[in-house]
């Protein structure tokens, strides 16, 4: 390890002590509550996943409750979260893990054959799980470990992927290893943010090879989304789950399109088959085909 990388260890260990947050997956010995967490914070803020981990516990309080229950109610309780598809493979990551007696795989290449698990993921599981002494690399740790190594020359930047991962494994200490993957997530969550970094209160202030000179980057045009008449498919997505969350029988599909979008008119019909063979694809919706489209019926699946 070089000195720099050195350098960088106890202050961030110090600061954890202190400022580390208190979250209810931390320090947890359940491999179930453990992987739940895990799946629930992919693309999703914490502060979100706070509110909605306890409520999904009670309803499925356990690994085999959740293999057992039927995808329409994994579904519903997912409700809030986004991203309904990562519900789908929850579930069936659930079955998977339940019919092999809750063996959870301990090298990262099995794990990546589970549904819903990617590379983050796996070692986040490998982490928490088990205990192993590998890296973790989510989209704070990269910004920060990019700031701190590198010199940014605006907030936007960042290093690839790729480099940070190679990074986060050269400067992987030798004990205490969850912590210190914690550490670094919390940093760049909670003070080396994306577009204001807080560097007058960051342990790493000192060493920081961006902290002088680094602009704030402008605020781009996001992206354009497919969608229709400006609004994205994924918020009509999530309209569709939504309503087939409140209506236990389904729509018609012709109502359901004007349940999610009042002006639906005919022209529209192409764009919502699109829209369900996604959700169909997905394992979210299941449509019961008539001769024609109008005749058709949507239900969650």
Partial sequence: ??????????????????????????????PYRIILS???????????????????LRRFPSMRSLALARQREVVLAWRGMGYNNRAVRLHALASVLVERGMKIPSDAASLLELPGIGRYTAHAILSSVHGLPVPVVDVNIRRLLSRVLWRMSSTADMKSEAEIWRTAERILPRRGVYDWNQALM????????????????????????SREGMTQAARGTR??????????????RGRIVEALRRKKGGFRTEVLGREIRPEF??????????????????????????RTLPGSRVVLA
């Fill in 1 to 30: 390890m070089r000195s720099r990388d050195r350098s960088i260890i106890s202050p961030v260990r110090q600061w954890y002590r202190r400022h580390g947050r208190s979250l209810p997956w931390r320090g947890e010995s359940d």
């Fill in 38 to 56: 895990e799946i629930m914070l992919q693309q999703t803020q914490v502060s979100r996943v706070l509110d909605i981990y306890p409520r999904f």
């Fill in 186 to 209: 919390d940093i760049g969550a909670t003070i080396c943010t994306g577009r204001l970094p807080s560097c007058s209160r960051c342990p790493l202030g000192g060493i920081c090879a």
């Fill in 223 to 236: 992206k354009s989304e497919p969608g229709l008449h400006g609004v994205p498919n994924r918020i009509y």
């Fill in 265 to 290: 008119s005919r022209h529209d019909v192409p764009w919502l088959e699109s829209l369900l063979a996604g959700l169909e694809r997905d394992g979210l919706v299941r449509v019961r085909r008539g």
